[in-house]
């Protein structure tokens, strides 16, 4: 050993220096890249593990090379072996660099910590602030917490008002109970349902803005995405770029999903956003399923787990401002525009809402990200506006997904997935999301032969019915067509065994057309709402009621301005529905004055409107 050092030492300095700082040089880089193999679980670990192996034994031939290339002063295989050293190296950074890159774009999807924004708002500019409300829950950031601070950070002497809801805390404001309120920075797009005109209607005195951790993360149930699983896509429609500046949302479009890896396999179930269900994290008080988005990511979930008894297992949260940047990732979407209803009706808002800015045309085409967005929100156009939107949404997804097969670049790769990280949320783990390569390799492996054919997709729709509760409109879906569409759900996520179908008959004077699930009508009761008996004969009271058995509890009244057994009062407002009545005290007149003449009508609950519905879809 010491005759091998000696001899070292007798070597050219030059030389030796050279094959010194490449050494290290080389060693550095293959650590770099085994750490970027090592970041990459669950992708080809055996191909992983193989070239790290190879690495290691290709430096032990270098060092030890030029040892003897030093010793026997062979200064030409130095220089090379150093140059296709240096080569490697250089691949071996670039290819850490890429993959760390790449992980990190993954990683990042995960919001971990966002922007909470709370905004003080009243009615009038100039009015001063003497009361002002918020919301009671402790636990909610931007209607408790924010709130606290602020006013103690500005030294505010306000006499607060709590309130349990978002919706009499509003109502309050514009029956001059309070003179400001604390309510998230999206208000505005969460309330506009409840309350069409609080944009023009309310100003913004200040905000207050603070980044902690995402209290809406809900966890995931770590179910291997190479096995069957569900995800529930989430639109977010946010004022902001991006997904880290608030968890409040309105939940604009709700589509379930359930993915069978093995079969390649989709089930897309799209919830109309006005579906009247109870709501899982306010008593089950029922109500439209998007107002349960305002409430978090937590009760939206449970509430459509509630619906359709099955469980979820992942969420993506995309905000729609965020589809623009996906689709121009990608180069444009083929779509085959559907043909709209009214001639004036395809124009719409862009992502800056910018009113009429971005036009459609009918027919197949290439949509960039504003129109792939103007084709996902626009309604108008249609005569069955919000299930033509969810069906459009579902066009812009499928054709998202086809055309992601196309990416072969790895620039165009890094947009894509920048465009994802920053306007996507999931509790999807990285490691999980990493393991969408293999499900992506089966798919590249099966369509290798026909580029048409990716994932097959069932489209499902949801059938039911118009019904204004308490003057706001709400969508009575079927039980049968849930179920429907529940069991193809279930049959593909390997839970229920498909039923065998023996016979198919056909016409070939009749053009095919695949079937969607749950697209049926039924022969069902339908719910109703109670009529306005105020001004009505009690007798046709009691002839509506001979079908339905509601406890009628009668009060006299006596007066000289009214007609005998004229109803004066009802204890229950109209447009409530009957499901929800045990009891209905009705005030009756006992005057003297003739009876009005009775006629027995049925009251109009939108039969016209169903009746129209129906025969479109059809």
Known sequence: M??????????NKYFRFYFYTISLIFLLSIILISQGLLLLSGIESFIRYVLIFTFIIILTFYIIGNFVFLILKKHIWIIITGITAIIFSVINCLSFYYINKTYSFIDDINKDAITYTTNLVTL????????????????????????KEYIENNNKKYKIKFYEDYISLINDLYNGNIDGLFITSNYVIVYNNEFNTIQDDTKIIDSYSKKMKNHDLVEGTNKPVTEPFTALLIGVDSKYDGLDQNAAFNGDA????????????AVIFSIPRDTYVPIACNN????KINSAAGYGTKCIIETIENLTKIDIDYYVKMNFKGVV?????????YVDVPKPDFKSGYCVENSDRIPNSVCLTEGPQVLNGEEALALSRIRDAFIISDFKRVQNQQLVLQAMVTKAKSIRNIND??????AVSKNLDTNIQTKEMLNFYNVGKSLLFKNNFNENEFISIQKTFLTGYDLRINNIYTYQYYEESLNEITKAMRINLDLEKPEIIKTFTFSVNELYEEEIIGKKYYTVKRKE???????QNYNYLNEWNSTRNLNIIIKKEQSNICIKNEILKQSIKPSTLISNIDSLIVTVCENIIEEKPIIITQPKIEEETNNFIEDMLE
Do not use: C, Q, R, W
Not at 254 to 265: A, G
């Open 413 to 418: 790769f890094h947009k894509l997935l920048n």
């Open 529 to 535: 709402t109670l009529p306005n008996f105020v001004g």
């Open 284 to 287: 089950n008080i029922e109500n």
């Open 254 to 265: 709700l589509m379930l999903v359930s993915f069978n890896p093995k079969t390649l396999s």
């Open 325 to 333: 940047d996906l689709v121009d990732a990608l180069g444009g979407i």
């Open 124 to 147: 009038s500019d100039n009015k001063k602030i003497n009361t002002i409300g918020m919301i009671s829950n402790e636990e909610d950031i931007e209607g408790y917490i924010l709130p």
């Open 2 to 11: 010491k005759n091998l050092k000696k001899k070292l030492l007798k070597t």
